[in-house]
Structure formats: C-alpha cells, structure tokens
T-cell receptor, first 112, second 117 residues
C-alpha cells in the first residue's frame, strides 16, 4: 500500500448534493490526519484535522477508521465554491517529526 | 499581511543558471519546509529544517540546496537549473499548537512558479 492514496477523480457533483471521498494510508502508527483544500494554482490550506474517530465542522465531516486505515471527507449540501482539490495528509512515519506526506489529491467539481 | 511569503512569485530562467527562491514567515515557527508540486505527482518534499542549525533532505533533494538564515527565513537554491525543475514551489512552516505533540499542521506560502527553459 502506498503511504497515502486517494482517488484522483474528478468527482462531478450537482450543487446541493452530498459527496464523500476516502483516503487510505499505510503507516498504522499515524496518530493525526489532515484534509487540506487546494484551489487551482493556489497554496494548500488546512481544512480539517482528525485526531480521534472524527471531526465535524459545519457541512464538512472527517472520519477516521484506524482498523482499515482510511480517512474520509464528507461534504453535505455542496456549494459551487467547494470546487477544489482535496488533499489527504498523514504525518510522515507516524509522529509528525519530519513533516507530512501529502496525497495527490481528489479533484471535486460542483456543477450548477 | 501574509504569514508566509515567497519571492519571487514567478520566475523564468535558462538551463544552467543558479537561482534562489526565498521564503519568510512571521508565524514564529521553528520548522520550515520546501516542496515542489507537479501535475499528477502531488506535493513532494525537497528539504526541511527544524531550526536554524538543523537541515534535512527530503524525498527529492538532488539538484537543490537550502539555507536557513534565521528562524524566519529559509531559502531554496537550484545550483544549475534544468528543465525538469520546472514546477510550482511551496514553502511551508509548522509549529506546535499546544496539547498533543501530534497537533501540528503546516501553513503554506503562496508559491513560486518556476519555468526553466
């Protein structure tokens, strides 16, 4: 299994729909996980952190399944402005001491 | 003002030239990173630094060097630029946000778009 693996998409979703995508990781020692959002030609920005089983922030929910080694991101009532690439991020070697490993991203397109 | 700044934002250079990309941060973080991003390959770590006296190679350090001039400044140099170094380069910082040592996230600069002809 690759360190961090994501479905690249694109996911084409109508406005208002719910969309979810997963990310798998290989290092079972990883303790914390992150979802970053990246708009075209812009820098990645932190969207959510996940330390326990999950985290919710408004329309966004991140869930962690340690047994199966995946995290998911759920977006409810999707908006046009949610169109972006979503990067799954895992601490390198599990401890975060030497940085983060980024997935290649899932491209989401919200259609009017 | 932005917490992490990068200069230049865009740069065109020729094969064989030496160039430097600069990064400054006002977040007071100890850790700084340089990444490159290529279409389809995602973000790849070039070098990282945990403090002024600590420099570490990342996944793809060949052809690059770095200098940590101060806590707030971390520069990336391409000693002799080649076309496959054409990419989007990001500087990032991270610092302990309190609580668990695992609660550390990275904050990115706006990026430098580099084209090597």
């Amino acid at each position: 299994r690759k360190e961090v693996e994501q479905d690249p998409g694109p996911f084409n979703v109508p406005e208002g729909a719910t969309v979810a995508f997963n990310c798998t990781y290989s290092n079972s020692a990883s303790q914390s996980f992150f979802w970053y959002r990246q708009d075209c030609r812009k820098e990645p920005k932190l969207l959510m952190s996940v330390y326990s089983s999950g985290n919710e922030d408004g329309r966004f929910t991140a869930q962690l399944n340690r047994a199966s080694q995946y995290i998911s991101l759920l977006i409810r009532d999707s908006k046009l402005s949610d169109s972006a690439t979503y990067l799954c991020v895992v601490p390198t070697r599990g401890g975060g001491a030497d940085g983060l490993t980024f997935g290649k991203g899932t491209h989401l397109i919200i259609q009017p | 003002d932005a917490d992490v700044t990068q200069t230049p934002r865009n740069r065109i250079t020729k094969t064989g030239k030496r160039i430097m990309l600069e990064c400054s941060q006002t977040k007071g973080h100890d850790r700084m990173y340089w990444y490159r991003q290529d279409p389809g390959l995602g973000l790849r770590l070039i070098y990282y630094s945990f403090d002024v006296k600590d420099i570490n190679k990342g996944e793809i350090s060949d052809g690059y060097s770095v200098s940590r001039q101060a806590q707030a400044k971390f520069s990336l140099s391409l000693e002799s630029a080649i076309p496959n170094q054409t990419a989007l380069y990001f500087c990032a910082t991270s610092g302990w946000t309190g609580g668990s040592p695992y609660q550390e996230t990275q904050y990115f600069g706006p990026g430098t778009r580099l084209l090597v002809l």
